[in-house]
């Protein structure tokens, strides 16, 4: 039996959970959903700067565990933006950190918020 995950830490929840390409019916669009722990790789490393280091220990993981999410996250973006599908963000292990604005309500541990 696998040992069970330890909840990722996010310290960010978006206002905005769903995107879709302009102009495209809703009908028959297919969706690629990211969980709110690759969403928090992407924030750390591509919007923040972060090094993967530090970003993995903000986390709570290892930097190898935080590489696999990231590298998860990035080709499940590449691939809504190339073949225009939408993205949705939810789901996951994850426990929402801090408190103040962007900050969750208690709903982690792949709740839906």
């Not at 696998?2 to 978006?14: A, C, Q, S, Y």
Request: positive net charge.
């Amino acid at each position: 039996m696998p040992r069970p995950r330890i909840p990722r830490r996010v310290w960010f929840r978006p206002d905005v959970t769903y995107y879709k390409p302009a102009g495209a019916p809703m009908a028959g669009l297919q969706e690629v959903i990211l969980t709110m722990d690759e969403f928090e790789a992407i924030r750390l490393k591509d919007y923040e700067d972060v090094s993967q280091t530090e970003a993995a220990k903000k986390m709570g993981i290892s930097q190898p565990t935080f590489q696999r999410i990231y590298e998860s996250a990035r080709k499940k973006l590449a691939d809504a933006i190339v073949n225009g599908k939408a993205i949705r963000i939810e789901g996951g292990q994850y426990r929402m950190m801090g408190r103040g604005r962007g900050f969750g309500g208690g709903r982690g541990r792949g709740g839906r918020f």
